[in-house]
């Protein structure tokens, strides 16, 4: 099993800048890729962007805004939130993917992010 832990949620204004952070435990070396996602209140969970074998993807909302960054060493990836817009605001999740599986298996608790207007 893998536990994974988000952290650095918060409030802040809109055209500011938030990191958050996952750090992931347990049996790490089976996973294949780490990402976000994020849930919007009254709507769908989507997708934010993943780090999977050296190559990172980002949803077309977030280009050129947020940046994912993978610590393999430390078991740990972390989202660079720029530019943040109220459109933004989400509870945000970090999940991973077990190497060989092609859906999400592990996911964390969320981390709230609002940004105000």
């Known amino acids: 099993q893998v536990q994974l832990v988000e952290s650095g949620g918060g409030l802040v204004q809109a055209g500011g800048s938030l990191r958050l952070s996952c750090a992931a435990s347990?049996?790490?070396?089976?996973?294949?890729?780490m990402g976000w996602f994020r849930q919007a209140p009254g709507k769908e969970r989507e997708f934010v962007g993943v780090?999977?074998?050296?190559?990172?993807y980002y949803a077309d909302s977030v280009k050129d805004r947020f940046t994912i960054s993978r610590d393999n060493a430390k078991n740990a990836v972390s989202l660079q939130m720029n530019s943040l817009t109220p459109e933004d605001t989400a509870v945000y999740y970090c999940?991973?993917?077990?190497?060989?599986?092609?859906?999400?298996?592990?996911w964390g608790q969320g981390t709230q992010v609002t940004v105000s207007s």
């Open positions: 780090s999977r074998g050296g190559i990172t």
């Open positions: 347990g049996r790490t070396f089976t996973l294949s890729a």
């Open positions: 999940a991973a993917i077990r190497s060989g599986a092609s859906k999400y298996d592990y």
